[in-house]
């Protein structure tokens, strides 16, 4: 094997410049679809990446042509040292981005303005109080609206994850919507994931024909138009006519976007993911930790990427239980 050519191009031609960093593998949130009730099995703190050590993989993988770092978790902001890992990271030349559940982040407004965060993701499955504290299992849906009114208001770009799970809350569908008549906002609706500890199945899941069903019924042809979606992106994008906002469709179950992926995962302990859906790690911290170069695990590892959905290229396979119960459970993973 070559060491010194393009080491984050895979065996399918795809270049990968998007790194997504899990810090922590604990949330102050626990939502059903990502954890269960009992929580997870926790990594020792000494197998978590210091914050030297996620600078240093990061200064890697950046220098091999990685420009996007997302931070992620478990819920990224409980994690003491964020003011630190964010003014490390906040030194590469690299466009930095979080995805919170957004509990807490109203204290953190001045740390991500000062190192050039502009862009959050942040979790919010129902408008209803009682529905989101059903999903999370906590009572915060006051704060994280709040927090969401905060964060357009200091002017982050701001994108609303929704998991959609049928007969919960897809009949918010339209509700989701309309919040982007006055705000700036970007509404993802995400089709329910299944991981290890789920409970998934396809009958619990919304897909993105059945999100444009709703939208066709609530919205004539002229007031729906598509946009144009980003390179790599994850989403089919649209806006209704006169909005602020937008909303888009992640479809990874039903119509999943592989062929344009350039994202590796970090999870928190060090291992590197090349597919959410892979049951495969390779671990670069030992490495780090032993003083060999981590160069040669990342090319594998990107090598050994499948073509579509870690090896679930169907729908067949996507419902068979044993194949997530290999991987890991989303809180662990870093979503
Ligand atoms: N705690 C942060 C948050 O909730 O935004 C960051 C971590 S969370 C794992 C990242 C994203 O993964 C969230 O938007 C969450 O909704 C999404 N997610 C978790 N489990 C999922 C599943 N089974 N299917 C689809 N999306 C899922
Ligand atoms: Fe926590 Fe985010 Fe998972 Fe919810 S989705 S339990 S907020 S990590």
New binding site residues.
Partial sequence: MTHNKNILQDSHGRDHAYLRISLIER?????S???PEEGVPLSPKSHLMTYEEIYEIAKTFVKHGVTKIRL????PLIRKDIPVILGKLATLPVELSI?S?A?IIDKFMDVLKVNGVKKINI?LDSLDREKFKHI?RRDQFDIVYKNLLLLVEKDFHVKVNV?LMKGFNDNEIIDFINLTENLPISVRFIEFMPFDGNKWDMGKMVSYAEVMEYVNASFSKVQIERLQDAANDTSKNYKILGYKGSFAIISSVTNPFCDSCNRLRLTANGQLKNCLFSSTESDLLTTLREGKPIEPIIQKAVLAKLKIRGGMDTLEKLQEPKLHTNNRT??TIG?
């Fill in positions: 949330c102050n949130l626990r939502c679809y990502c954890m992620t978790g478990g819920e995805t559940n509990v979790s999370t998991v989303m809180i979503g």
